[in-house]
T-cell receptor, first 116, second 111 residues
Framework: GAVVSQHPSRVICKSGTSVKIECRSLDFQATTMFWYRQFPKQSLMLMATSNEGSKATYEQGVEKDKFLINHASLTLSTLTVTSAHPEDSSFYIC????????????FGSGTRLTVV | QKEVEQNSGPLSVPEGAIASLNCTYSDRGSQSFFWYRQYSGKSPELIMFIYSNGDKEDGRFTAQLNKASQYVSLLIRDSQPSDSATYLCAAPTGGGNKLTFGTGTQLKVEL
């Protein structure tokens, strides 16, 4: 089945630095990638939608200059958290629609970001 | 009103019992509904999807959809301790394909 590989699975960074998270579709072409953030004991909140070859669409309240999204190819989407702060510490998950009659989705394994 | 709503729980059931998880949604345009299971620190994994009114069964799991009432549920029969997790209800909203999640219901299956 469709697989999205997400790296790194865990990262610790210093406050003020930037972190890049990659999501690769391994056996299908992902023209769209959804990026979610999940704080402890909360649900997944959609941050932005990336589309191959065009600008990402950000949800209300998400700073596009802080969370840079690039979808340069049909198999790779990246999220860069710039000037990270402790409040950015969270679980970041990507997801790609895999199509089909019911519109399925496949998820990356998630990235646990800790900003110290 | 949130687009997808669930009771956060925790819902505790004894081993072997039926666990009933409920979800309501506000976007009448949503056509398909998904139930995901998420273990702590892990990514969600798909349990079931449903898009027709009525029941859909898969092993110990039954999804129920009532579009008139904008209600979708998940029943887990013969609950096992390994079923202890957070269950997320999700639906595409806003006329597109972006998936909106409920807050999730924490299920605890006790020995």
């Amino acid at each position: 089945g469709a697989v999205v590989s997400q790296h790194p699975s865990r990262v610790i960074c210093k406050s003020g630095t930037s972190v890049k998270i990659e999501c690769r579709s391994l056996d299908f072409q992902a023209t769209t990638m959804f990026w979610y953030r999940q704080f402890p004991k909360q649900s997944l909140m959609l941050m932005a939608t990336s589309n191959e070859g065009s600008k990402a669409t950000y949800e209300q309240g998400v700073e596009k200059d802080k969370f840079l999204i690039n979808h340069a190819s049909l198999t790779l989407s990246t999220l860069t958290v710039t000037s990270a702060h402790p409040e950015d510490s969270s679980f970041y998950i990507c997801s790609a629609p895999t199509g089909g009659a019911i519109g399925g989705y496949t998820f990356g394994s998630g990235t646990r970001l800790t900003v110290v | 009103q949130k687009e997808v709503e669930q009771n956060s729980g925790p819902l505790s059931v004894p081993e072997g019992a039926i666990a009933s998880l409920n979800c309501t949604y506000s976007d009448r345009g949503s056509q398909s509904f998904f139930w995901y299971r998420q273990y702590s620190g892990k990514s969600p994994e798909l349990i079931m999807f449903i898009y027709s009114n009525g029941d859909k069964e898969d092993g110990r799991f039954t999804a129920q959809l009532n579009k008139a009432s904008q209600y979708v549920s998940l029943l887990i029969r013969d609950s096992q301790p390994s079923d202890s997790a957070t269950y997320l209800c999700a639906a595409p909203t806003g006329g597109g394909n972006k998936l909106t999640f409920g807050t999730g219901t924490q299920l605890k299956v006790e020995l």
